[in-house]
């Protein structure tokens, strides 16, 4: 009997046992009972730590998204588009799409004239094509997401003095527009665009965090949405929370720092495997060939790709701390 029937029976008899397993395990009775407990104490209490905190869960409530979209879309394709849009480059939809099918169609032509083996080719081509556009777009929404948060205390820090000065925090949202460079200040002149044209200033600046969908620009919307609840002094609020960014920021320069040396090894453990096995492909083809016509080796190949992304997801999450 083949090999490849008996891992597909293997992994429907497996996949079938967890379904079934997940759908009779219920929810937790104790933690839904203390969950039912807070929000009665949340709804009816008249602590002021109690009514901020629930201001505060219903902000972060508003902003999950569901679990195929982004914050503010309706759609798979506008979650797209916020992608494209996040990531800074100018890019559009059909650019993206272009760029995916050409990718597809070229490396499956190429592997197939490589290998002959058409399924293969087809496998291939489809995770080049949609998953290498999916890499860079989100290299570049990472990398437009550092940009901002280094610059993001001192647009803060811009906005205190400007209210210190006396200004209103339209004004001072506009002077941050003006003044600071990069994507802290395309995003505050989006923000004032969207005041300018008939939008409140707390619906512009909840539309901007659910496009950039970072943990320093909802810390700004919610304290902007508490002060406006509770009062107080707007400039020694923002000054805090500017100084609780910067420490945030040395902490994950310290951790990055700390973990450097794992990353490393992870880097180079896990690009071991596809070095040697092009140098030997490219050194001796026909020993290694096999991997790409036998069915036997085509499965055991693709085993140990996913036994490799398993031990690569889990040392990726043993360096990877949240702050």
Same mark, same amino acid.
Request: charged share 20%.
């Given at each position: 009997?083949?090999?490849?029937?008996?891992?597909?029976? =293997?992994?429907?008899?497996? %996949?079938?046992?967890?379904?079934? %397993?997940?759908?009779?395990?219920?929810?937790? %009775?104790?933690?839904?009972?203390?969950?039912?407990?807070?929000? #009665?104490?949340?709804?009816?209490?008249?602590?002021?730590?109690?009514?901020?905190?629930?201001?505060?869960?219903?902000?972060?409530?508003?902003?999950? $998204?569901? @679990?195929?979209? /982004?914050?503010?879309?309706?759609?798979?394709?506008?979650?797209?588009?916020?992608?494209?849009?996040? %990531?800074?480059?100018?890019?559009?939809?059909?650019?993206?799409?272009?760029?995916?099918?050409?990718?597809?169609?070229?490396?499956?032509?190429?592997?197939?004239?490589?290998?002959?083996?058409?399924?293969?080719?087809?496998?291939?081509?489809?995770?080049?094509?949609?998953?290498?556009?999916? @890499?860079?777009?989100?290299?570049?929404?990472?990398?437009?997401?550092?940009?901002?948060?280094?610059?993001?205390?001192?647009?803060? &820090?811009?906005? !205190?003095?400007? @209210?210190? *000065?006396? @200004?209103?925090?339209?004004?001072?949202?506009?002077?941050?527009?003006?003044? !600071?460079?990069?994507?802290?200040?395309?995003?505050?002149?989006?923000? /004032?665009?969207?005041?300018?044209?008939?939008?409140?200033?707390?619906?512009?600046?909840?539309?901007? =965090?659910?496009?950039?969908?970072?943990?320093?620009?909802?810390?700004?919307?919610?304290?902007?949405?508490?002060?406006?609840?509770?009062?107080?002094?707007?400039?020694?609020?923002?000054?805090?929370?500017?100084?609780?960014?910067?420490?945030?920021?040395?902490?994950?320069?310290?951790?990055?720092?700390?973990?450097?040396?794992?990353?490393? *090894?992870?880097?180079?453990?896990?690009?071991?495997?596809?070095?040697?096995?092009?140098?030997?492909?490219?050194?001796? $083809?026909?020993?290694?060939?096999?991997?790409?016509?036998?069915?036997?080796?085509?499965?055991?190949? #693709?085993?140990?790709?996913?036994?490799?992304?398993?031990?690569?997801?889990?040392?990726?999450?043993?360096?990877?701390? &949240?702050?």
């Amino acid at each position: 009997m083949d090999l490849l029937p008996i891992l597909l029976i =293997a992994f429907g008899l497996t %996949a079938s046992i967890a379904l079934v %397993a997940m759908s009779f395990s219920g929810p937790s %009775a104790t933690k839904e009972s203390a969950r039912r407990l807070q929000t #009665l104490r949340y709804r009816h209490s008249e602590n002021t730590i109690d009514k901020v905190e629930a201001q505060l869960r219903k902000a972060v409530a508003a902003r999950k $998204p569901k @679990l195929h979209q /982004i914050a503010g879309s309706s759609s798979r394709i506008e979650a797209l588009a916020l992608r494209l849009h996040r %990531a800074g480059k100018g890019w559009t939809l059909s650019q993206y799409i272009y760029a995916s099918v050409g990718l597809t169609i070229g490396v499956t032509v190429l592997i197939f004239l490589m290998s002959g083996a058409l399924p293969l080719a087809l496998g291939l081509g489809m995770l080049v094509g949609v998953g290498l556009p999916h @890499l860079v777009v989100g290299h570049c929404i990472k990398s437009r997401g550092t940009k901002f948060t280094a610059k993001f205390p001192d647009a803060i &820090e811009l906005l !205190v003095r400007g @209210l210190r *000065s006396g @200004l209103p925090v339209t004004e001072t949202l506009g002077v941050v527009a003006q003044e !600071v460079p990069g994507p802290v200040g395309e995003e505050f002149k989006l923000v /004032i665009e969207r005041i300018k044209i008939g939008r409140t200033m707390e619906e512009a600046l909840q539309e901007t =965090a659910d496009r950039l969908n970072t943990p320093e620009f909802s810390f700004f919307c919610i304290t902007l949405a508490i002060q406006r609840e509770t009062g107080g002094n707007l400039a020694e609020t923002l000054s805090n929370l500017a100084d609780v960014l910067r420490k945030r920021a040395q902490m994950k320069l310290k951790i990055k720092a700390m973990s450097s040396e794992s990353k490393a *090894s992870a880097y180079i453990v896990g690009a071991l495997p596809f070095i040697v096995f092009g140098l030997i492909y490219w050194i001796n $083809p026909t020993y290694i060939g096999g991997f790409f016509t036998e069915d036997r080796l085509i499965v055991t190949g #693709l085993g140990g790709l996913v036994w490799m992304s398993i031990g690569g997801f889990i040392m990726a999450k043993m360096v990877s701390f &949240e702050i």
